[in-house]
């Protein structure tokens, strides 16, 4: 299980696209099968729509993990900045918002 992790969380990306198409080909497989009366170019629509849910749901559980995973993680120290620059920085930020 460590092995499939640590591969998943070094290719994000590839991991993402192929479950995408693994969720479009499952669709197509599921459509065709049924005797509906939809046309192929909808079954697509329908598949690609069925993709998507299935990698927005992905992508919202990698989200949550990362954010759970790093939460742990000591916050890094700021380097040494004078206080007079930090106290410049915030009056500027309060002064020029956007």
Not at 16 to 27: E, F, H, K, P
Not at 48 to 74: C, F, K, P, W
Not at 77 to 89: D, L, R
Request: proline share 6%; no cysteine; charged share 15%.
């Amino acid at each position: 299980m460590d092995a499939i992790q640590s591969w998943v969380s070094e290719h994000k990306l590839s991991s993402i696209g192929a479950l995408w198409a693994t969720g479009i080909g499952a669709s197509l497989v599921v459509f065709s099968r049924s005797k509906s009366p939809m046309k192929p170019s909808l079954r697509l629509i329908h598949a690609r729509m069925h993709a998507q849910a299935l990698t927005l749901a992905v992508l919202s559980g990698a989200a949550a993990y990362h954010y759970y995973e790093n939460r742990d993680i000591d916050p890094k120290p700021m380097k040494n900045v004078p206080s007079s620059n930090a106290t410049y920085m915030l009056e500027w930020d309060l002064h020029n918002p956007f």
